[in-house]
């Protein structure tokens, strides 16, 4: 089975991933596109928002992200295509990282991120494909017991996010996130990760390992 799960900050999407792997055992292996992204920032020595606004334009970069790359791909047990390296935006980076995760034979997948639903569609990969969403305002209590902050602050800093993420998404994929035919769309305002989480691998009808 692959299952992804996108979200916006704050619905609990790694969580709620984290809770699943953990339910389905080792025989999966996950991708979390933030934990890619962050690898490749702290490589570089950056924030993970200004490693995206550098990256294809620095070839140093483009060559420390190519070398984590190759380390992800020998993790997941897959091999990348040549198109992966010459490729300069870190976002199709991933997707290449992604669809040769997907494309694996007998793949046993979960994917946190924006495009795993996106690239499982475009290819016709059979997949599970879920959405969480909640309330900003709980999305922005949520961040700030995990990473601090003033709550008003951070609550503009997420409204900020989605409508950057919403207007990269349509820039890179020509579509809507929103709009994708998702199997499943979670609220988690008011459920706990572990109730999400048992929710989806209910829906899904994925026995457990």
């Known amino acids: 089975m692959i299952l992804t799960i996108s979200g916006f900050a704050g ?5 709620v991933l984290d809770l699943i792997h953990a339910r389905l055992g080792n025989n999966y292996t996950c991708i979390h596109s933030g934990n890619v992204f962050r690898a490749w920032a702290q490589r570089c020595e950056l ?9 294809p334009g620095d070839e140093h970069m483009l060559a420390v992200i190519n070398a984590v790359m ?3 791909a020998a993790a997941l047990g897959i091999e990348l295509p040549a198109e992966a390296s010459s490729e300069r935006d870190p976002d199709h980076k991933l997707d290449w990282l992604t669809k040769a995760a997907m494309l694996k034979p007998g793949a046993r997948l979960l994917v946190e991120g924006r495009s795993g639903a996106f690239l499982a569609l475009k290819l016709a990969i059979p997949a599970f494909n879920v959405r969480l969403v909640a309330h900003p305002r709980e ?3 949520r961040v700030v017991a995990r990473e601090g902050g003033d709550f008003n602050g951070q609550l503009e800093r997420i409204q900020r996010r989605e409508e950057e993420n919403r207007a990269r998404f349509r820039h890179l994929y020509k579509c809507d996130l929103e709009r994708l035919p998702y199997d499943l769309v979670v609220d988690t305002t008011e ?3 572990q109730q999400v989480a048992q929710y989806i691998l209910d829906t899904c009808g994925q026995p457990i390992d």
Not at 11 to 15: D, E, I, Q, R, V
């Open 47 to 55: 924030d993970v928002r200004e490693f995206a606004l550098r990256a």
């Open 11 to 15: 619905t609990g999407k790694s969580t």
């Open 70 to 72: 190759d380390e992800q």
């Open 191 to 193: 459920r706990t990760p």
């Open 139 to 141: 999305c922005a209590s």
